[in-house]
Protein backbone atom coordinates (compact mmCIF):
# COMPACT_ATOMS: atom_id res chain seq x y z
CA UNK A 1 0.00 0.00 0.00
CA UNK A 2 1.37 3.68 -0.88
CA UNK A 3 -1.02 6.27 0.84
CA UNK A 4 -0.22 9.69 0.40
CA UNK A 5 -1.55 13.32 1.80
CA UNK A 6 -0.38 16.51 0.69
CA UNK A 7 -0.69 19.60 3.35
CA UNK A 8 0.70 23.17 3.58
CA UNK A 9 -1.83 24.74 0.91
CA UNK A 10 -3.29 28.17 1.06
CA UNK A 11 -3.92 31.57 0.14
CA UNK A 12 -0.93 33.39 -0.04
CA UNK A 13 -0.68 37.34 -1.93
CA UNK A 14 2.16 37.72 -5.10
CA UNK A 15 5.42 36.97 -4.03
CA UNK A 16 4.80 35.30 -0.97
CA UNK A 17 5.86 31.74 -0.02
CA UNK A 18 4.31 28.21 1.03
CA UNK A 19 5.51 25.00 1.74
CA UNK A 20 3.59 21.93 0.94
CA UNK A 21 4.41 18.87 2.31
CA UNK A 22 3.90 15.19 1.59
CA UNK A 23 3.84 12.26 3.73
CA UNK A 24 3.97 9.03 2.77
CA UNK A 25 2.48 5.70 4.29
CA UNK A 26 4.18 2.78 2.82
CA UNK A 27 3.63 -1.05 3.07
CA UNK A 28 5.80 -3.29 0.94
CA UNK A 29 6.88 -1.22 -1.46
CA UNK A 30 9.87 0.34 -2.98
CA UNK A 31 10.02 4.02 -3.52
CA UNK A 32 11.86 5.51 -6.39
CA UNK A 33 11.03 9.17 -6.93
CA UNK A 34 8.28 11.20 -5.77
CA UNK A 35 7.46 14.75 -7.10
CA UNK A 36 3.92 17.09 -7.28
CA UNK A 37 2.39 17.85 -10.10
CA UNK A 38 -0.60 20.68 -10.45
CA UNK A 39 -3.68 21.33 -12.03
CA UNK A 40 -5.63 24.42 -13.02
CA UNK A 41 -9.65 24.48 -13.50
CA UNK A 42 -9.72 23.94 -17.04
CA UNK A 43 -6.58 23.02 -17.45
CA UNK A 44 -4.10 19.73 -17.77
CA UNK A 45 -2.26 18.34 -15.49
CA UNK A 46 1.30 19.38 -15.47
CA UNK A 47 4.94 18.19 -13.96
CA UNK A 48 5.66 21.05 -11.36
CA UNK A 49 8.97 19.35 -9.98
CA UNK A 50 10.25 15.57 -9.35
CA UNK A 51 13.14 14.24 -7.24
CA UNK A 52 14.46 10.56 -7.85
CA UNK A 53 15.80 8.58 -5.07
CA UNK A 54 19.15 9.54 -5.84
CA UNK A 55 18.55 13.25 -5.64
CA UNK A 56 18.52 13.79 -8.93
CA UNK A 57 15.61 16.88 -9.56
CA UNK A 58 13.49 17.76 -12.30
CA UNK A 59 11.04 21.25 -12.77
CA UNK A 60 9.28 22.62 -15.25
CA UNK A 61 10.41 25.99 -16.71
CA UNK A 62 8.12 28.07 -15.16
CA UNK A 63 8.86 27.34 -11.60
CA UNK A 64 12.83 26.69 -12.14
CA UNK A 65 14.48 29.27 -9.63
CA UNK A 66 11.31 29.86 -7.27
CA UNK A 67 10.50 26.50 -6.27
CA UNK A 68 12.40 23.32 -4.32
CA UNK A 69 11.90 20.20 -3.76
CA UNK A 70 13.13 17.99 -1.44
CA UNK A 71 12.96 14.32 -0.23
CA UNK A 72 13.61 13.01 3.31
CA UNK A 73 16.03 10.13 3.59
CA UNK A 74 14.07 7.53 3.69
CA UNK A 75 12.21 8.70 1.01
CA UNK A 76 8.52 8.31 2.33
CA UNK A 77 7.91 11.95 2.05
CA UNK A 78 8.71 14.98 -0.13
CA UNK A 79 8.41 18.71 0.74
CA UNK A 80 7.99 22.11 -2.21
CA UNK A 81 9.13 25.11 -1.18
CA UNK A 82 7.25 27.46 -3.24
CA UNK A 83 8.74 31.20 -3.53
CA UNK A 84 7.99 33.99 -5.49
CA UNK A 85 4.37 33.31 -5.99
CA UNK A 86 2.76 34.57 -9.10
CA UNK A 87 -0.99 34.40 -9.71
CA UNK A 88 -0.05 31.66 -12.40
CA UNK A 89 0.97 29.22 -9.60
CA UNK A 90 -2.65 29.12 -9.17
CA UNK A 91 -3.89 25.58 -8.90
CA UNK A 92 -4.62 22.06 -6.93
CA UNK A 93 -1.32 20.29 -6.12
CA UNK A 94 -1.11 16.68 -6.24
CA UNK A 95 1.76 14.51 -4.23
CA UNK A 96 2.43 11.73 -6.35
CA UNK A 97 5.23 8.69 -5.91
CA UNK A 98 6.69 6.21 -8.33
CA UNK A 99 6.77 2.38 -6.44
CA UNK A 100 7.08 -1.02 -6.77
CA UNK A 101 5.17 -3.53 -4.72
CA UNK A 102 7.78 -6.13 -3.10
CA UNK A 103 8.23 -9.03 -5.28
CA UNK A 104 6.55 -7.27 -8.25
CA UNK A 105 8.74 -6.04 -11.35
CA UNK A 106 5.61 -3.48 -11.92
CA UNK A 107 6.33 0.22 -11.21
CA UNK A 108 3.40 2.83 -11.09
CA UNK A 109 2.55 6.27 -9.97
CA UNK A 110 0.41 6.96 -6.61
CA UNK A 111 -1.43 9.95 -6.31
CA UNK A 112 -2.51 11.96 -2.62
CA UNK A 113 -5.87 13.99 -2.85
CA UNK A 114 -4.49 17.39 -4.00
CA UNK A 115 -3.87 20.61 -1.95
CA UNK A 116 -5.11 24.06 -3.12
CA UNK A 117 -2.99 27.05 -3.63
CA UNK A 118 -4.51 30.04 -4.31
CA UNK A 119 -2.30 32.95 -5.04
CA UNK A 120 -4.19 36.49 -5.25
CA UNK A 121 -3.69 40.02 -6.08
Known amino acids: QVQLVESGGGLVQPGGSLRLSCAAS????????MGWYRQAPMKQRELVAR???????NYADSVKGRFTISMDNGKVTTDLQMNRLIPEDTATYFC???????????????WGQGTQVTIYS
Open 26 to 33: VTDHTIYS
Open 96 to 110: TADARRGGSSVRRDY
Open 51 to 57: ITGSGST
